[in-house]
Structure formats: structure tokens, C-alpha cells
């Protein structure tokens, strides 16, 4: 029987990957989009996505920006603020270094996150998920 790794049983997760950023691919710029993104490498600049959007971060990507989407699956490490409106699951090898905000968090032992966390009301959330992409991201009080 083959072992699977971690990023195997993310992917797997969600069967569809509509873009990869392979392991030796670095990229710089902004990041938009629909469906599920996976980063095996190095991306610089901002990330969003709106409706279902899933993000996947291996273990050893990086990601240095703001990331803005409503699903992460994280092991590897972003260097920015996290807005999470619907899932945030971060593995043993993941790290957040920036503030994060979520609505449901899951955090392995051996994840971390160097920065705040603030848990994103159900309100919240839903004015999200209505959110036109052009509205940018609510403001909360």
C-alpha cells in the first residue's frame, strides 16, 4: 500500500486543481480567482478569490501577501494577513505570519500562527459571500 502525504490528502480534498504553481515556479503580481488554486513554489503579491475558492499551500510553498479567499489549506508558510470567510485548515508543517481572520479554523499540532486571530461572525461571513469582487473586502467594527 502507498502512503500518501499530507498535500496528497489536501488535494484530494478537493479533486479539481484548476491551477498549479509548480515547486520551482516563482511568481510576483496579483492573484485572482475561481475554483482551486494550488502553490507548490513561491508567489508574491496579493491573492483573492470569491465564490468557493480554494487555496492549497504546500509544504515548503510561500506565499508573501495579503491572502483573501474563502478556503486555505495551509503547509506551508504565508507572510501576510489571512482573511479566511469560510475554512481555514492549517497543517503541521503551515505558518501564518500576519493577523488572521476566519470563520472556522483548524489548527494541527506543529501549525502556527505568528500574529492575531479574530473569528468572523456568521453575519460577517454571509455579507462576504454576497460581496460583488469588486466591493473589496467588508469592513467590520
Do not use: W
Amino acid at each position: 500500500m502507498r502512503k500518501r502525504n499530507k498535500t496528497q490528502e489536501a488535494t484530494s480534498e478537493h479533486q479539481h486543481i484548476d491551477t498549479l504553481i509548480g515547486v520551482n515556479s516563482s511568481f510576483t503580481g496579483e492573484l485572482s480567482f475561481e475554483g482551486a488554486v494550488r502553490v507548490d513554489g513561491r508567489f508574491e503579491g496579493n491573492v483573492r478569490s470569491t465564490k468557493d475558492g480554494t487555496l492549497i499551500i504546500s509544504k515548503g510553498a510561500e506565499v508573501s501577501g495579503e491572502v483573501n479567499v474563502p478556503n486555505l489549506i495551509l503547509y506551508g508558510l504565508v507572510k501576510g494577513n489571512v482573511h479566511s470567510c469560510n475554512s481555514l485548515k492549517i497543517g503541521e508543517t503551515g505558518c501564518i505570519v500576519g493577523d488572521v481572520e476566519y470563520r472556522v479554523i483548524t489548527l494541527a499540532e506543529g501549525g502556527a500562527v505568528n500574529g492575531r486571530c479574530s473569528r468572523i461572525s456568521e453575519k460577517e461571513s454571509a455579507s462576504q459571500k454576497t460581496a460583488t469582487p469588486n466591493e473589496g473586502v467588508p469592513v467590520t467594527a
